[in-house]
Nanobody, 131 residues
């Protein structure tokens, strides 16, 4: 069992930055990947970024990003704190959504952006970007 708790959301203006955090507890030693997804009002949840928990470099790389956030968002993790971060720069109104973190316990997330590859989810944190 893994528990995920997100924090750091808020209301910002276009062009501002925010850093989201996701603190993991429980069987964190069994995590293979951590990821951020987001869900805008009336939209389906979509993949944002993924990172290997171990930091190892594989065929799919250590990190991956959706095209819409590449070069603006950076995912990182601090294993000592069991925390994953999402640094979001140059935010746009289109980034407005509830942001969720997720944990892959079955090594299914490598090369995948599918929600079904993840086993545990946080409750989400709201990010609102005004124009």
């Amino acid at each position: 069992q893994v528990e995920l708790v997100e924090s750091g959301g808020g209301l910002v203006q276009a062009g501002d930055s925010l850093r989201l955090s996701c603190a993991a507890s429980g069987r964190t030693f069994s995590i293979y990947h951590m990821a951020w997804f987001r869900q805008a009002p009336g939209e389906e949840r979509e993949f944002v970024a993924r990172i290997m928990w171990s930091g190892a470099i594989t065929f799919y790389g250590t990190t991956a990003y959706a095209d819409s956030v590449r070069a603006r968002f950076t995912i990182s993790r601090d294993k000592a704190k069991s925390t994953v971060y999402l640094q979001m720069n140059n935010l746009k109104p289109g980034d407005t959504a509830v942001y969720f973190c997720a944990a892959d316990m079955r090594q299914l997330a490598a090369g995948s952006t599918a929600e079904r590859a993840y086993d545990y989810w946080g409750q989400g944190t709201q990010v609102t970007v005004s124009s």
